[in-house]
């Protein structure tokens, strides 16, 4: 990787960096078509898209049963893998528990005002799979919304011929009410409009494709979404106590997600900066999927920056907006103050970030593409609404009834005023 000046990077350069693109674009046209398939046709359109797209016969979509018997099977075989299942989705399950906001109710002069939280009734979550294993895209998913009350949670997952026994388990282990081998936007399209199998929901989370991300956009307005996220992103904020190795292994994790993520380095010490680029360089050639890596790092998205400060640095973080925000720096907790937009932050050289992604317990659903700007997150508030509460005497109404009744007459709303004088007459 080359290392560029912060000061130095052109107006083409710095619109690749910060305006990083889903690519849902490309596929809108075809993917809304997938959708209205679905919504007309419901199982025979599922059907004959995985058979299209996935390669797969589907003959049961719904695979709950199968789900709880890959967890009964691994299980039995005292398999490892479902203890780390289990000890990762511990750790979510008591992270996200912590999120859970109480009611209130307290006396403003006579008012009593309040505000309480209910969970939607029915929840969807996307886990990306088929043959492949994502099973802390599962608990991430599914999790949340069980700690939040949703009382019916939905999973869809891309078919397989032999679906991967570790994804079905972790969906088992998250406690999803009901599972379904559909992938790709027709698998949002199912939950957003149901089908004769698929139960329709009224919020659909999950990561997956820029085909998943567009459908989601499809489907928003018919259904509520958690958000549009694009491919994974990390930014390394830096100082010359940094490990360049270390900050070297933060990119490359990343970049092997996908060719399209951002990788990027920044710091105030020229010698680091260099060491991190020739650390990424040696670590390619190691990588079981060594040509991925080597995508993410050539896009124009990605690279080894130096800013001639931290300050300078900070600034370039903030506008950036990463999902992911490793600080390795001396005075790490100092930088975190002067950061607002981050989708999850990693302090100091022991905080991979695959760490998050797996069993610290934080949600690893994040906004991309600048998103933390405007919002957090997968959580337990994803799945809640808030309403208000107010009871007002009779003394509590004759005390605002004059602001009542002249506001409501400046917007010409005489029964307004009315509804408040008749009950002091």
Excluded: C
């Amino acid at each position: 990787m080359n290392v560029r000046a912060v000061a130095d990077l052109s107006p083409a350069e710095r619109r690749a960096l910060f305006e990083r693109d889903a690519g849902i674009e490309a596929v809108r046209g075809d993917v809304e078509g997938i959708v209205d398939r679905v919504r007309e046709e419901g199982d025979v359109a599922v059907r004959e898209f995985a058979e299209e797209f996935d390669g797969v016969a589907v003959g049961n979509l719904d695979i709950t049963d199968e789900a709880a018997r890959a967890h009964a099977e691994l299980e039995d075989a005292d398999d490892p893998t479902l203890e780390a299942i289990r000890e990762a989705a511990d750790n979510v399950r008591t992270f996200h528990e912590r999120q859970r906001p109480e009611d209130w109710r307290e006396s403003f002069a006579g008012r009593e005002l309040g505000r309480r939280f209910r969970p939607i009734d029915r929840a969807g979550a996307y886990v990306p799979g088929g043959a492949a294993a994502y099973p802390s895209s599962a608990l991430m998913g599914v999790i949340p919304a069980v700690v939040a009350g949703v009382d019916h949670v939905s999973v869809t997952t891309p078919p397989a011929d032999d679906p991967n026994p570790v994804t079905l388990a972790a969906i088992h282990e998250a406690g999803a009410d009901a599972v379904y081998q559909v992938g790709g936007a027709q698998a949002i399209a199912a939950l957003a409009y149901g089908t004769e199998t698929v139960t329709t929901v009224e919020k659909v989370v999950g990561p997956g494709n820029k085909w998943v991300t567009a459908a989601k956009a499809a489907v928003q307005g018919d259904v509520e979404i958690d958000f549009l996220a694009g491919p994974s992103e990390v930014l390394v904020l830096a100082d010359d106590t940094a490990d360049p190795e270390y900050v070297a292994a933060e990119l490359l994790a990343q970049a092997e997600h996908d060719p399209d993520a951002s990788v990027v380095a920044v710091t105030d010490d020229a010698d680091l900066a260099d060491a991190v680029a020739e650390a990424v360089e040696a670590g390619v050639a190691d990588r079981e999927r060594a040509e991925t890596v080597r995508a993410a790092l050539e896009n124009d998205a990605s690279g080894v920056l130096r800013a001639r400060s931290m300050s300078e640095a900070v600034l370039f973080a903030e506008e950036y907006a990463a999902e992911h925000l490793s600080i390795m720096a001396d005075d790490d907790e100092a930088l975190l103050d002067r950061i607002t937009n981050a989708g999850s932050v990693f302090l100091g050289p022991y905080s991979p970030v695959a760490a998050g992604d797996y069993a610290t317990g934080p949600n690893h659903v994040l906004p991309t593409n600048g998103g933390a700007k405007r919002y957090g997150g997968l959580s337990v508030d994803t799945f809640l609404r808030s309403s208000t509460v107010q009871r007002l005497d009779r003394d509590a109404l004759d005390d605002l009834s004059e602001t009542i009744t002249t506001l409501a007459e400046a917007e010409g709303l005489e029964a307004h005023a009315e509804s408040v004088r008749k009950r002091l007459e």
